[in-house]
């Protein structure tokens, strides 16, 4: 098999094989979640999502900004691409040393006012490292065309995920830590599928020429110092999105974190949709980087494929929490038992979710261009954005459970504003804003509208209705790319 031979990235194809997958898995994490909320007390399960997510944080920088580097650059000599994973776990592995050093001295568990066993976060700390070390295999996948490999792996990794827990709800467990252990079991299962398909697929290397994928590898010196600012934001990145949750563990307890984790399931579920549309187009602007012509193409269609998901994710996402939280997850996390209810916040949280989707091409435009530091500043400057309006709105903010949880939404909603407006000043693209800026008005006072009219009651939503305009466009903006 020779190089050109290798089915190549599209930005339209491997976006929806990503998103689908995503939405799969996401559907099956649903599940999941329905089962430990009725299996674990609110403060055990408080526990679990919370360690898993604290060294999820806490882990990720051992990525070392490698596997983001090689979805970069892959493209260039796919047949290096196993290679280039071997490379990468070998640094991972030197990088992971110090981190569980940390980790075993810091004790950062009990700043969350999470005493959970040490067993349940030896558990949480594992499946943050098997997370890690799928990424790699899965930007390999990527880069050689094979998104929807990658699909697979996501769904399979939550299949297994949800069966092992309906196997521990049918037996009966009430066990924080055997719930965790299934989940270790998924993770597990979506690293080996990755690295056993990058295996099959990758086309054989004749040589080991690093040169052939750029600078950035030709040395040691010169890989680490061309990932450290996928390093660097990788490592921050991970706040920008759970800061307010650890706010409100921190200012109040567990079972308030597990109350606002409930609110951000479908949030988070929707998170997927802007995070495939990054992973897909990242590679393909990585090798537009240097034609302006097209790199203004994928920007535009990439834009379109936003707006048209624009609508769907906002009323679906309502839709989703209104009608099936209430039959999903236990009364007292909906009727106010422990401040507020979770859909109400969740209804906040939609106005971030929407922000953060419309930013999604302006930053991966900014992470595949020459200078990646500036996505590096990017992103520091958003993570002290969400620091801040958490400071000022949850920590130093009321004392009321039900406004603290109320105040964490706001504050994320906020940051995701500070995201979109940066994104666009730091790529460069007011441009693109400008060419387009009615449809940037029709996308921006709709969402406005559809979330001041579902969080006050009233009708204010059906002013939004017009979003559902951008939908051939969005549509025709996938088709242009299914090849």
């Known amino acids: 098999m020779t190089e050109t031979t290798v089915r190549t990235p599209s930005s339209g194809r491997d976006a929806s094989w990503l998103v689908g997958a995503d939405l799969a898995a ?35 920088v051992i990525d070392l900004g490698l596997p983001t580097l090689l979805a970069r650059d892959g493209t260039r000599a796919p047949s290096l691409v196993p290679a280039a994973v071997w490379r990468t776990y070998r640094w991972q592995a030197l990088a992971a040393l110090p981190f569980v050093f940390l980790a075993l001295a810091a004790r950062p568990e009990a700043w969350l006012n999470v005493e959970a066993p040490a067993t349940l976060l030896l558990l949480a700390a594992m499946i943050a490292l098997v997370h890690v070390a799928s990424y790699a295999p899965r930007s390999g996948l990527r880069v050689l065309g094979e998104a929807r490999l990658e699909a697979l792996t996501k769904v399979a990794e939550r299949g297994v995920t949800v069966v092992a827990y309906g196997v521990l709800v049918w037996q009966g467990s009430t066990s924080a830590t055997a719930f965790t252990a299934a989940f ?18 990758a086309p054989p290397a004749q040589r080991v020429d690093w040169g052939r ?49 409930v609110a951000q399931l479908a949030w988070l579920a929707g998170l997927v949709v802007p995070a495939a549309i990054r992973s897909a187009l990242l590679p393909v602007l990585g090798a537009a980087r240097d034609d302006p012509t097209r790199h203004q193409r994928e920007m535009n269609q990439a834009t379109d494929l936003c707006f048209g998901l624009l609508p769907y994710g906002l009323f679906g996402g309502y839709l989703i929490m ?124 709709g969402t406005t509208l559809v979330v001041v009219g579902l969080v006050s009651g009233t009708t204010w939503w059906v002013l939004g209705l017009p979003l559902f305009l951008f939908t051939p466009r969005g549509w025709q903006a996938v088709r242009s790319t299914l090849d």
């Not at 089962?35 to 609110?42: D, E, I, P, R």
């Open 184 to 201: 270790l079991g998924g993770a597990i299962t979506g690293w080996a599928l990755a690295l056993w398909w990058l295996l099959r697929v």
């Open 322 to 445: 209104t009608v099936f939280a209430p039959l999903a997850f236990p009364s007292s996390y909906l009727d106010g038992t422990y401040g507020a209810s979770a859909v109400d916040v969740f209804t906040v949280l939609l106005a971030g979710w929407a922000l953060t989707l419309l930013a999604t091409p302006t930053y991966t435009s900014l992470m595949a261009g020459p200078r990646p530091w500036r996505f590096t500043l990017f992103i520091v400057l958003v993570l002290l954005a969400a620091v801040l309006f958490g400071y000022v709105l949850v920590m130093q903010g009321p004392t009321d459970p039900g406004q603290k949880l109320f105040a964490a939404a706001v504050a994320s909603s906020l940051s995701a504003g500070v995201l979109l407006i940066l994104s666009w000043h730091m790529s460069e693209g007011w441009a693109l804003v400008r060419e387009r800026q009615d449809d940037w008005a029709l996308a921006l006072l």
């Open 26 to 60: 996401v559907v099956l994490a649903f599940i999941g979640q329905i089962m430990l909320t009725h299996a674990l007390l609110a403060e055990h399960y408080g526990w679990m999502v919370l360690a898993i997510d604290l060294y999820a944080s806490l882990f990720l």
């Open 213 to 261: 994928l750029g600078e950035a590898w030709v040395t040691p010196r010169a890989l680490m110092m061309s990932a450290l600012p996928f390093a660097i934001t990788l490592g921050i990145l991970p706040y920008v999105i759970r800061i307010e949750k650890f706010m409100v563990a921190a200012s109040g307890d567990a079972t308030l974190g597990a109350v606002f984790h």
